[in-house]
């Protein structure tokens, strides 16, 4: 995430993140995912971070293509 875009919304994505990871914390996090290992390594708020980047991508890609979310896990698997 740049900081060339509009500050509000990239504040606003990094608080979901830190929210997320805060209140959910690593128990929800499935091991081995992306975020686990990026937990793992790197300090809570660039993990925060790379969260709102994946989240303001998704919410890119279902604007452009005007799309509803779409699970990545099955609703079965879990």
Do not use: C, F, H
């Amino acid at each position: 995430m740049s900081k060339a875009g509009q500050s509000d919304i990239r504040r606003l994505l990094i608080i979901g993140a830190m929210s997320r990871l805060n209140w959910m914390g690593a128990r929800s996090i499935r091991e081995g995912s992306w975020l686990d290992r990026l937990r793992v390594r790197k300090p809570k708020i660039l993990v925060a971070i790379a969260l709102a980047n994946k989240m303001a991508r998704m919410v890119w890609a279902m604007l452009t293509k005007q799309q509803d979310y779409k699970d990545p896990i099955p609703a079965g698997a879990a």
